[in-house]
């Protein structure tokens, strides 16, 4: 009982909060993304599902236009709406939403892969032809 009781009261304290930061901060901040997905984490483990839909949606909605859909916070929210997806039994949605999550996650691991191997042609850490490096005694031209 006590647990439902916590439930209860952090769902009262994260709407409060919504408020607040849609008031103070605006609808479309990341702040208000923030809270919006943790509301419909709470919604879900409370089984108000139902609830915790649109939140998502919304949150994902700031997320993409704020950060880019490549960006890991917005990856996880989408990563959230999948799970909830597949827990009321929409799979056709589950996986179209896990194509795109998984799309989003190309292109960040295809940002990180490009940092990495630009990274790794530079000639600081030695990797880079020999060409490329000037010799450290020679006069410029």
């Known amino acids: ?11 009262q304290l994260l709407q409060r909060t919504l408020q607040a930061a849609e008031r103070t901060v605006g609808p479309d901040q990341l702040l208000t993304g923030r809270i919006l997905n943790n509301l419909a984490e709470l ?3 409370m089984g108000k599902n139902i609830l915790a839909e ?5 949150a994902q909605t700031i997320f993409e236009n704020l950060l880019g859909v490549e960006h890991p916070t917005s990856a996880g ?9 597949h827990a009321t039994g929409d799979n056709a949605a589950a996986l179209e939403k896990a194509r795109q999550l998984m799309a989003a ?9 490009a940092f990495t191997s630009e990274r790794s042609a530079s000639p600081i850490n030695g990797s880079a032809s020999p060409s490329a490096c000037p010799e450290p005694w020679a006069t410029p031209p």
């Not at 009982?1 to 769902?11: L, N, Q, R, V």
């Not at 929210?77 to 997806?85: D, E, I, M, R, S």
């Open 1 to 11: 009982m006590k647990t439902w009781d916590a439930m209860g009261e952090c769902e």
């Open 43 to 45: 919604y879900q483990r």
């Open 54 to 58: 649109p939140l998502y949606e919304r």
């Open 77 to 85: 929210n989408l990563h959230n709406l999948v799970l909830l997806k």
């Open 105 to 113: 996650e190309e292109l960040l691991l295809g940002n990180a892969l």
